[in-house]
């Protein structure tokens, strides 16, 4: 294995040496060892946005406005400056590094909420080989609606939820899909999976999966929709055999709704004290292909030897396939294997891991710097997975797996000098780009206060 930490030395190996077939990718991904975000700006000035991620490809930082209206897209670009001394290593980088516009170049700002309408800052799948995103406002929720219309029973309501489909080059509205009185669990993209050109958006409240195609020209099309109809022809047959009908209203369907409370209250109820199921369903046989309920061992081995499996990315997203998981991460094995042993109980453990499935789409990051092959960090304070945490005043440390007691850069959020006020509860997330040495960490507290925003890169 190559020893040297020295760029230039690593990118002289690299042109005298040829890599074993296939490792030519992983090969390349080590010079991020050498390339590490290591220096920050700290409480840069920036627009009081809600700042999303950034799209997989790198091209577009996602943001939101504070009042939950307004869509704005930056294109990450670098800072440069000159300089006319000897060493300007040791000089300070000029005031206007400390400007969120030297890093960053904001494309547009396309107003998306209607009247009543919150755009959902959580919610937002990206199309990479489109640039195509997709973004969602809702109304209120109405928690005590009636189940009318076959709605089900203590499902709340949301009197309208509208999808967009823009184009990111531009902002242009390319098509958009209502529904009402309807729910979809919008959160971290819950609701919403895409794969390729599929989208499936799942209704709650009537307990449908709505597929969607999106063509290329930007246009949302109905493909099918699975719930008390699976078949395309379903309706017309049942309509053409109502005898036929009544008898199994009689028999199998007098029962149907408590089938049917079984699967729903996977989303809402904690499945550590309520069972939850999970079904493997083929959408052109109408078969259910396996079921398993929340504590099954069998779901869980699959679970520790195929993960990669439960993380199903679209085949032209080459970013997406080098996440590290502990079906093909060593260290991400030993660390699963390690809270196993030291679970008091093993179905309690089991029902604890398969409360994260199923995983939400795009909810990883890309960034090399959540390889686990190629660093260490304490995964309860960062990690690949897009959610809030517990901000902390100490910095988060990145610590060379190939080299177990070297330092290769920390990341700390908030002030340079600590929080005043250690009482105050604070939440931090951490935006990485995919490919540039570069993140964003953003420090807020739950009194809707600006944020503290901090630029990490490598200067």
Known sequence: MFKSNNVTA????RQISTPAPGTAIHRARRFYENIVPGYTIYDVECPDHSFRKFTDDGLYLISF??????LIVYRPTWLTFSCKEEDCDSHDLPLKARKFESFFTQLYSVNLASSGELICKDFFL???????GLFATSTAQIHDAPPTGGAIQGVPSVEKITFYLLRLEDGARLDERVFHNDYVNLAHSIGAFLYDDLLAIVSLRYQRIHILQ????????DVRAIGEFCREDDELFLNFNSQRVQCLKKKFYFHFQDYIDLIIWKVSRNADSHPSFFAVYNMETTEIVAFYQNSADELYFLFELFSDHFHVSSKSSLHMNFMSSHSNNIHAL?????TKNKATSFSQFVKKMMASLPFSCQSQSPSPYFDQSLFRFDEKLISAIDRHRQSTDHPIKFISRRQPNILKFKMKPGPEAGSTDGRTKKICSFLFHPILPLALSVQQTLFLQASVVNIHFRR
């Open 126 to 132: 990206y199309m990479e080989s489109n640039q195509f």
């Open 10 to 13: 690593r990118l002289f190996e």
């Open 65 to 70: 406005s504070r009042n939950h209206q307004d």
């Open 214 to 221: 999106i063509r290329d020209s930007g246009d949302l099309v």
């Open 334 to 338: 030993e660390q699963l294997r390690c």
